[in-house]
């Protein structure tokens, strides 16, 4: 791998915001990303002539959406650009912020996702030209259906134990203020309304609308501008990989984050048994247990006994997607990558309340997107 | 269902790794790099196995009638296809070996039956073969 520059120079997020995820509603996004950006502000205790740089991370907006909303804190002129990487560009955005850091380029450097939903996805992939079978009849809760089968088959696991992941992450939600969906549910009703295969209503993510942000500052910066550095946290790794090819059948979600999640705690000389909290990519629950393998948490097949016996709720071994994650804290597309580092951070601060890992020293933010690419951080209180 | 001659699905290999894929690429080998015209139609038999299988109970898209069941099928000359399964799937699973068949699915419009590629459980197919 190429040099870690955040090993060299060190990066930290200093301040973190969001507006609540939600349903699509007459909330523009200039309200929604402001929101979340003025949060991350106040949080660092910085102004916005501070800020030398911005990201934002959105897919579904269009072209342009950053300044007309940023110059609300003021026309500073500094550079700004969008970042799209499918549901990884908030993500993303974090990883362009940490990079503008640790170079030396910047001190301080805004990473936020803003979106709304706009009907469909308008994803590239599909006006490529290129003609398969499936036509239209695999989209991606059918596509993680089909995986879900094969973990099933595979490892002699039920349907229930694969939608224990769901019970876990919307009780984790409903103790996050940000979720779109904030009710502790039973088993019955997770169990109740069939999309496809095992997935039902309550294991696929809400699509809707919201906003995070996160600011990333130097070393420097936090003696330069007086931020509280007992609320900093490092980022150790930022490492984002794309799709190679893999053996036919062969889980290819899985494996790019398995070869994604090596590098990056590779990196952070970070043990991945060692992490003690994790947002992870579970945009349909059977995700969160091939990930959670994948990222070398416990060995292929051992999730669902694990996540069904509580060693990864809130109080376990690991904490996963304690912010509820995207089943329940929502996935609105650009802000959910930035949201994760957010959460992250929040945790390694020792400030989430009722959703608090308690004596949370590493954390892991993990997202995948189509196209097919995956980035990992790797935080550090 | 209409059973006719063995079907074959064409995809490509590429003359220079001679990686086989499908579905057929008109940009390049997504292996070595080899363009296009390096890369020459092979055809798969529609045979292979099921990989994984899902009935998907609801589709954003109301032409399409669901329930339907979908599955990820490795070919036994290489390849992973994802295609719809139809005829009797009361014992397809994990493991079960399925072949192609077509489907009428409507016409163009110049009145021209269109067919689509299908599979079905291979046993249920050579019973509906011989009976």
């Known amino acids: 791998m190429s040099r870690n520059l955040l090993a060299e120079r060190e990066t930290f997020v200093v301040g973190i915001g969001f507006h609540q995820y939600q349903r699509k509603s007459k909330t523009t996004y200039v309200t929604l990303g402001l929101t979340a950006a003025r949060a991350a502000l106040a949080d660092a205790g910085i102004e916005w002539t ?73 994803a590239a992939p599909g006006q490529a030209g ?37 019970l876990k992450n919307h009780r984790n939600g409903a103790h996050n203020p940000y979720a779109q969906r904030q009710k502790v549910r039973t088993m019955e009703e997770i169990m109740a309304e069939p999309i496809s295969g095992s997935m039902t209503r309550l294991q696929c993510c809400p699509v809707g609308e919201g906003a995070a942000a996160v600011i990333v500052a130097s070393g420097e910066a936090i003696e330069r501008l007086g931020i509280d550095r007992t609320r900093a946290v490092r980022v150790l790794s930022s490492v984002t990989r794309t799709e190679r090819l893999y053996g036919p059948g062969e889980g290819i979600d899985a494996a790019l984050t398995a070869e994604t999640a090596g ?34 948490l416990c060995a292929p097949g ?29 996935h609105p ?7 994760q580092v957010a959460e992250i951070t929040r945790q390694l601060r020792g400030e989430a309340g009722e959703r608090q890992q308690p004596n949370a020293k590493i954390g892991a933010a993990h997202m995948v997107g189509i196209g097919a690419v995956c980035v990992v951080h790797v935080l550090q209180a | 269902m209409q059973i006719g001659p063995p079907i074959v699905i064409v995809g490509h290999r590429c003359t220079r790794c001679e990686r086989v894929a499908f579905p057929p690429d008109p940009y390049g080998c997504e292996q070595c790099g080899a363009e296009a015209d390096q890369l020459e139609p092979v055809e798969l038999s529609a045979r292979g196995r099921i990989h994984s299988l899902a009935t998907v109970h609801r589709h954003h898209d ?3 009638e669901t329930p339907f069941t979908v ?23 994990v493991g079960t070996d399925v072949v192609g068949v077509t489907e009428a699915t409507g016409h163009d419009d110049d009145g021209i039956e269109l067919l689509d590629l299908r599979f079905t459980p291979a046993g249920a197919l050579s019973e509906a073969v011989t009976s």
């Open chain 1, 130 to 166: 290129i003609e398969n079978l499936e036509g239209g009849t695999i989209v991606p809760f059918t596509h993680f259906a089909l995986l879900a089968s094969e973990y099933m088959s595979a490892h002699g696991v039920s349907a229930e134990e694969v939608a224990a992941v769901a």
């Open chain 1, 302 to 330: 051992e999730a669902a006994s694990l996540v069904a016996s509580g060693q990864f709720d809130l109080g376990g071994r690991c904490a996963l997607s304690p912010s509820g994650g995207l089943l329940a804290m929502g």
């Open chain 2, 71 to 93: 599955a990820t099928i490795v070919l036994d000359d290489g390849p992973s296809v994802k295609a719809v399964l139809i005829g009797d799937l009361a014992e397809a699973a």
């Open chain 1, 50 to 122: 501070d800020v030398e740089s911005a990201y934002n991370g959105t897919a579904l907006l269009g072209m342009g959406s950053s300044r007309i909303m940023l110059s609300r804190l003021g026309s500073t002129g500094i550079p700004m650009a969008q970042v799209e990487n499918a549901s990884a560009s908030g993500s993303t955005a974090v990883a362009q912020a940490c990079m503008e850091v640790a170079s030396g380029q910047s001190d301080v450097v805004l990473a936020m996702g803003v979106d709304k939903p706009r009907g469909g996805l308008g």
């Open chain 2, 62 to 64: 109301d032409a399409m």
């Open chain 1, 263 to 296: 590098l990056a705690f590779d990196a952070a000389s970070v043990d991945p048994k060692e992490v003690d909290v994790l947002e992870v990519h579970d945009a349909f629950s059977i995700e969160e247990l091939l990930y959670t393998e994948a990222l070398g």
């Open chain 1, 333 to 339: 597309i650009g802000p959910t990558g930035t949201g």
